[in-house]
């Protein structure tokens, strides 16, 4: 079993940073594709960044690039967001995800929600303006 614990999220103004964590537990060396996706009530989640564990590949939707770094600490077993220059309409619950066993990110599936099987209890960021 795998678990997923978010930590990090809070209330800032905009053009303020936060930092997302992401601890992991349990079997994810077979998720090699692990990210940040986003949701505000009543819109679907969405892909905010992708990285291919252990490696360099990076994904990130067109709304962050440029603001927002995803990194990994696999000797801590952490993911993280990096999160700068927020905007307003960054506001939203924030949850990690492992992808499954064998995917690997691919820049024209990464941001499907059916790709990745474990998903975090959610962060919730609010940006004021």
């Known amino acids: 079993q795998v678990s997923l614990v978010e930590s990090g999220g809070g209330s800032v103004q905009a053009g303020g940073s936060l930092r997302l964590s992401c601890a992991f537990s349990g079997n994810t060396r077979s998720s090699y594709c692990m990210g940040w996706f986003r949701q505000v009530p009543g819109k679907e989640r969405e892909g905010v960044a992708v990285?291919?564990?252990?490696?360099?590949?990076?994904y990130y939707a067109d709304s962050v690039k440029g603001r927002f770094t995803i990194s990994e600490d696999n000797g801590a077993n952490t993911l993280y967001l990096q999160m700068n220059s927020l905007k307003p309409e960054d506001t939203a619950m924030y949850f990690c995800?492992?992808?499954?066993?064998?995917?690997?990110?691919?820049?024209?599936?990464?941001?499907?929600?059916?790709?990745?099987?474990?998903w975090g209890q959610g962060s919730q960021v609010t940006v004021s303006s």
């Open positions: 995800a492992a992808g499954y066993p064998g995917y690997a990110c691919y820049s024209a599936t990464w941001r499907e929600n059916a790709r990745y099987k474990y």
């Open positions: 990285i291919h564990t252990g490696g360099t590949t990076r």
